[in-house]
């Protein structure tokens, strides 16, 4: 029977994402984190598609062999969510502070007010307290969750040889490092050996960690909070915007950059220790919904930056139905047993 649910007349495509993984989780990633967002814009394909061709290109090669390469850390290093969080939060590192330099350039378009609001020591602090944390959740953790969700067989499978393993961290390589030179050309920036040598230093040193943090180390316990799936839907929705009214608080001088930067930090870290304090056991809808939840802020945005030509629909609707699957494949009524997300 098709993992997403009954066969409909979508169930051929259904089928096809179920016998190749990989184009699911390469439809997850880039597919929520930019052109949800419209970070990425769809309606460049008819604006401009050049730039469209060459934006799948480049986050293919940075989102999905990034998603990819943590996702089968995981699996054979016999970890949990920890391991793919502090493995999300590396590769924040590679892509906005090695590839396009976001975390240190203060003139960078993404960034705004907020490459001179706590910029010291050559880093954007209050930027890289949200957008590091940002791609380690919506980029690879959030992906990693709805592909073992619609896909429960490849929870505990690799996704990849170790020929494919080896191709992919090479395509990853070579992407940076276009990246990395397409973005010092256009831009004239230029980080500097120092801090490119501790961003890379950083990145070994959150895989160091990621590989000996314990299994269990994020794992919810038996006996906590039961949420509503309601509840949790709420949950996710509010986190993002939450997270953008901290990191703007001090932009009107209202805070220092220094406790702007920390109240970042620490309200991402109250959500996740509330996330982890959750019971999740045969909760796999309450995952759902609150996966749904952290989704939607992002496809408001992407629809609003679109407006005038809002093609990034297209991607909601896609998105939409994906979950109505899920939603029904965990539906109470069901009656299927289904391997857990660890």
Not at 132 to 159: D, N, Q, Y
Not at 226 to 237: C, E
Not at 307 to 330: E, H, I, Q, S
């Amino acid at each position: 029977m098709n993992a997403l649910g009954p066969s409909t007349t979508g169930g051929s495509l259904l089928e096809f994402l179920k016998s190749h993984p990989v184009v699911c989780l390469l439809l997850l990633t880039p597919g929520i984190p930019e052109y949800l967002s419209s970070s990425s814009a769809i309606n460049a394909v008819i604006l401009n598609p050049p730039l469209f061709l060459f934006q799948i290109l480049a986050n293919l090669g940075l989102y999905g062999s990034g998603a990819l390469l943590i996702h089968d850390a995981k699996v054979r290093w016999h970890k949990g969510w920890a391991t793919v969080i502090i493995l999300g939060a590396a590769y924040g590192i590679l892509e906005e502070g090695v590839a396009l330099s976001t975390l240190f350039d203060p003139h960078a378009g993404p960034v705004g007010t907020l490459g001179v609001y706590g910029h010291w020591l050559g880093v954007n602090w209050v930027w890289s307290a949200g957008i590091v944390p940002f791609h380690s959740l919506w980029s690879i953790s959030l992906p990693i969750l709805l592909l073992g969700l619609a896909l429960p067989e490849t929870t505990h499978s690799s996704l990849l040889s170790r020929r494919g393993t080896a191709a992919v961290f090479t395509i990853l390589v070579i992407d940076v490092l276009l990246l990395m030179i397409i973005v010092n050309h256009a831009s004239g920036y230029w980080m500097g050996g120092p801090i490119l040598l501790l961003s890379l230093l950083s990145i070994g040193g959150l895989v160091w960690a990621a590989r000996r943090v314990p299994a269990d180390a994020l794992a919810a316990r038996d006996g906590k909070e039961v949420p509503s799936d309601r509840r949790l839907t709420i949950l996710g929705i509010s986190f993002f915007p939450v997270v953008l009214l901290s990191q703007g608080l001090g932009e009107g001088s209202v805070l220092p950059a220094a406790v702007d930067f920390a109240l970042v930090i620490f309200v991402q870290a109250l959500y996740l220790r509330y996330v982890t304090r959750i019971s999740w056991r045969n909760r796999k809808r309450g995952m759902v919904a609150l996966a749904l939840g952290l989704t939607m802020p992002i496809a408001f945005f992407g629809v609003i930056a679109e407006l005038a030509l809002p093609m990034t629909l297209l991607a909601d609707v896609a998105l939409g139905l994906f979950f109505r699957r899920l939603w029904a494949k965990y539906s109470p009524n069901n009656g299927r047993v289904v391997q857990a997300v660890d």
